[in-house]
Every structure is written in C-alpha cells, then in structure tokens.
C-alpha cells in the first residue's frame, strides 16, 4: 500500500483533543498504522511549540494563518500536502474518535486501483456525546458516491485540490 496522508482537520482551541484522536487511530489501525502520514491542521496563535501537545513523534502539522475563514484554512493546509505527491488522503475531524475500522476493507479500498474522485468511509456522523455511549460505533465498511462531507472520507488528492482551487470563491462564505 502507498503512504496516504490522514489529515485531521483541527484548530488550536482544540489541541486537548489530539492525542485521544491519534490514539483511537493508533489503536484501530493497528499494524497498519505505520502506512500512513498523520497531519493535524492548526493555526497557531501564539507561535508555541505545538509538538508539546502530542506524544508521537510521527506527527506533523500544517499550519494555517490566523483569523481566516475554515475553508480558506482548509484549502491552505491541503495546499501545503501537494509537495508531497500522495495520490490518496483521508480526511476527518479532530473529535472523530474511532472505535472499530474494518481494516480489511480500508485496505481493499485503498489498493483499488479504479479512477476515484471520492470515498465516504463511515456512514454517519454523531456528536462527540452520542460516541462516547456504547450503542454508535463508527466503521470504514463500505464505499459511496460523494456525499459532500469532510467526515472521514477518502480522497483522490488530485481531484480534492483541483476541486477546492476551482469552487474557491463559492465554498468561501461572504
């Protein structure tokens, strides 16, 4: 399987949330773990040493201006990934915690080598409440046609950039 980045779409009001994210990742990725590029977009409003907030060095961040609007962050950070030439990325949020991936069927759809613009890898998205109760997990368990959303889903990188330099102004609100 080839590196793909996981972006883990963030800010640094939210830095308390990384490390239980990176863990649920760790955990249920298990040996597979190693095959992916973890990065953790923030904007960095004090010009700290954010790697304090993390304790796994394989880590990176892509680092955003202040005050500016989410999807001109968004934009910016996945801009920053084009130098690294990953065919594949998966998105999610910062309080997306997993608790029980398929990985047989991540890795079945990662090595498909079909032309793919988009990948929805859960089927729902819950607040971070209803995922800490026993009865809403979350799993990778089958693709779909493009829903629109950030939620863990997995992207061609090509067509993400092209798509997001494109529709720029009509996805910036006013």
Known sequence: ?????????????????????????????REDYQNFDI???????????INIYLKDNNIKFLIYRENISWTEAFIDSIEKLEIKKFKKIITTFDDLLITNIRTDLLRYVLKDHRKFNYYKLIDNHSTFYQRILPFRDFEINKPINYLGSMVMSLWDYEFLLSFLRKYKAKLSLP
């Open 1 to 29: 399987m080839n590196k793909v980045a996981i972006v883990i779409l963030s800010c640094f009001k939210y830095r308390y949330l990384w490390q239980a994210v990176i863990k649920s990742l760790q955990r249920e990725l």
């Open 39 to 49: 990065y953790i977009t923030t904007d960095n409003p004090s010009n700290l040493d």
